[in-house]
């Protein structure tokens, strides 16, 4: 990539490598680690090679100028930790591209917008729409309001300001996102705070590459860790009735309005841990939050999983080996492969795909589909 901070900044650990190369180097990796399983075929999923990333967060760093004037600029991380200076960056999406160097300069020139901002994080859909966090270490008042305002009029984007224990929202917390999935259109608001997707470009290939190694079932899916339902709400298209549980508030939310957005009406999502859900279905505990839900109603065949990077704890796996199809996308190699030591006692892999959604970094996404031996 010709970005002229490559082996300097820590955020591409992977710069000696061409895409391709990089990309080489995983599948190799993950090839071993997996090669004690019966792997029918390895498919690879690539990232376009710049401009991926459509969240990105950058530290402010404060420096002076050549006339020895108190400026700002984005910083990130070198290898031994300290703070670089850059000016761009190349694998986050174009509009943000486009965007950081205008937002810095009009920043710098304004003391009330400057004056102890330490963070900035863009989070950016690809129908263009932008919303952009100045986090602070001061207390935001009305002035410092009456400045953001104007500066999200002026770069047309959203503006939230982020202090201790205050959050300010300009306009709106969420960004409008229609992502192309088998060509059908489905529409989705990203909450401010709750997870997405940083590839998107990826993130819609690992959603048709699930819907394309399924089968139309007459029964019903369990999901665990759904988010805002990216993967839940295309899927549920392939069942009869969907359970969607997830531990955030925010995303539960997200959840509910991407159903109504896309006139959904199969999908029950729940805000619960994947461990309180284990306890649920297993009658161990009552909750409240299940008081309009008859879990008995469900006819489960299929469980999907998207757990972090930890993976899933022991119920969740046991809980998991009880279906007849599990799908598990991962985005910790390592986790995955100690958990399927255990579901293929039961399961035979069927589907494995890598997804390069972390180019240029040791990170990548795995997904596996298992069904019951
Ligand atoms: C890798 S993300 C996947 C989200 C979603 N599948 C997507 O594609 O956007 C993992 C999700 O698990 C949620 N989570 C983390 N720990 C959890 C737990 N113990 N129980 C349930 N959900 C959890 C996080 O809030 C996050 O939304």
């Known amino acids: 990539m010709d970005c002229k901070y490559f082996g300097k900044c820590a955020s591409c650990t992977l710069y000696d490598k061409t895409y391709e190369e990089q990309l080489e180097y995983k599948k190799q990796r993950e090839k071993n680690r997996f090669s004690d399983f019966e792997i029918p075929n390895i498919e ?3 990232s376009e090679e710049k401009h991926f990333r459509t969240r990105a967060e950058f530290r402010i760093w404060k420096n002076f100028d050549d006339e020895n004037n108190p400026t700002i600029s984005y910083a990130m991380n070198d290898f031994n930790k300290n703070s670089l200076e850059i000016d761009s960056c ?14 810095l ?5 304004n003391e009330e917008l400057k004056f102890k901002l330490f963070a900035v994080e863009f989070l950016n859909s690809t129908i263009d729409d932008m919303l952009v966090t100045l986090i602070y270490h001061k207390k935001l008042e009305e002035s410092w309001l009456q400045e953001a305002k104007e500066l999200e009029k002026e770069l047309n984007i959203k503006i939230i300001g982020r202090s201790r224990k205050q959050k300010e929202v300009l306009s ?14 489905f529409y989705f608001q990203y909450k401010e705070g709750g997870f997405t997707q940083p590839n998107t470009n990826v993130n ?16 019903d899916l369990c999901e665990l860790y759904c988010g805002g339902g990216n993967f839940t709400i295309p899927l549920s298209q392939k069942f009869n009735k969907v359970l969607a549980t997830e531990i955030s508030k925010t995303s539960i939310k997200s959840a509910l309005t991407n ?13 619960m841990s994947a461990e309180e859900f284990v306890e649920a279905l297993e009658s161990k505990r009552e909750f409240r939050r299940l008081k309009d839900i008859d879990l008995k109603m469900y006819n489960f065949d299929t469980i999907f999983v998207d757990p972090p990077r930890a993976g899933l704890d022991d119920t ?9 199809t599990i799908i598990y996308i991962s985005c910790n190699p390592e986790t995955l492969h100690r ?20 180019s240029y970094t040791e990170h990548i996404e795995s997904g596996v589909i298992l069904n019951k031996i």
Do not use: G
Request: hydrophobic letters at 40%; one cysteine or more.
């Open 105 to 109: 300069e009009r920043i710098k020139n």
């Open 316 to 324: 969740t796996r046991a809980l998991s080996k009880q279906f007849e």
């Open 90 to 103: 190349q694998i986050v999406s174009e509009s943000i591209f486009n965007l950081m160097p205008k937002l």
């Open 259 to 271: 159903c109504s957005l896309n006139n959904i009406s199969n999908i029950d999502f729940i805000r």
């Open 172 to 185: 709106e917390d969420f960004i409008n996102e229609t992502l192309i999935i088998q060509d059908k259109p």
């Open 204 to 219: 819609v290939k690992m959603i048709e590459w699930v819907l394309r190694n399924i089968e139309k079932s007459e029964k």
């Open 44 to 46: 690879i999923i690539k």
């Open 339 to 358: 958990d399927l030591k255990e579901l293929t006692k039961t399961h035979k892999i069927i589907n494995y795909a890598l997804f390069d959604q972390f």
